[in-house]
């Protein structure tokens, strides 16, 4: 199985600062990765897909890059609605695996 | 516009069985496939498996080959999920989540649009 080690498991940080969070495949899993968001007591949400794309309706300050092994995922400005976990998942192999997951926080 | 809606919560015994639906609406029901996610209490996500619901083409995680099975209902726009054998460890929120296909009818891209989840619970 590919395992996908996100980096920090959690994070707190002040409004309007930028957010990074890391995702490393276990193998080359190419651009085959999408990042989601989960809200407490809410579904995930998708916010990018195949690395790099914005799912619509998504706002343009979450981004996503990488290919290959090393992916990250950024929240330009972070706000008080973005306070969730994030999960990357890569779909290059079967079983489709999801990283643990990062919570992030607001100072 | 698309919306998938999941059957109520169950509580079960260890052994027994449990089949949670996820209805669609808003989309042409084949042009899509399923995934089924699970997230234990306070855990992260796993992935269970996926069915097209153009051709029934599926692939399970190897953890739950043998107890799981998904199906779908062209006639009524549904999804299932049935798990057997039920465990204290299969507690959890499920959730159904639709995804595209390619050309050649292979899953592709993100889980663009989930259910609200199904909480089965298993307990003696």
């Known amino acids: 199985d590919i395992q996908m080690t996100q980096s920090p498991s959690s994070l707190s940080a002040s409004v309007g600062d930028r957010v990074t969070i890391t995702c490393q495949a276990s193998?080359?899993?190419?651009?085959?990765l999408n990042w989601y968001q989960q809200k407490p007591g809410k579904a995930p949400k998708l916010l990018i897909y195949d690395a790099s794309n914005l799912e619509t309706g998504v706002p343009s300050g979450f981004t996503g890059s990488g290919s290959g092994t090393d992916f990250t995922f950024t929240i330009s400005s972070l706000q008080p609605e973005d306070v969730a976990t994030y999960y990357c998942q890569q779909y290059d192999n079967f079983p489709w695996t999801f990283g643990q997951g990062t919570k992030v926080e607001i100072k | 516009q698309v919306q998938l809606v999941q059957s109520g919560a169950e509580v079960k015994k260890p052994g027994a069985s449990v089949k949670v639906s996820c209805k669609a609406s808003g989309y042409a029901f084949t042009n899509y496939a399923f995934t089924w996610v699970r997230q234990a209490p306070g855990q992260g996500l796993e992935w269970m498996g996926w069915?097209?619901?153009?051709?029934?083409?599926?692939n399970y995680a190897e953890k739950l080959q043998g107890r799981v099975t998904m199906t779908t209902e062209k006639s009524t726009s549904t999804a299932y999920m049935e798990l057997r054998s039920l465990r204290s460890d299969d507690t959890a929120l499920y959730y159904c989540a639709r995804l595209g296909m390619d050309i050649a009818a292979m899953p592709t891209g993100g889980f663009d649009y989930w259910g609200q989840g199904t909480l089965v619970t298993v307990s003696s």
């Open positions: 069915i097209s619901a153009y051709n029934g083409r599926r």
């Open positions: 193998q080359d899993i190419s651009n085959f």
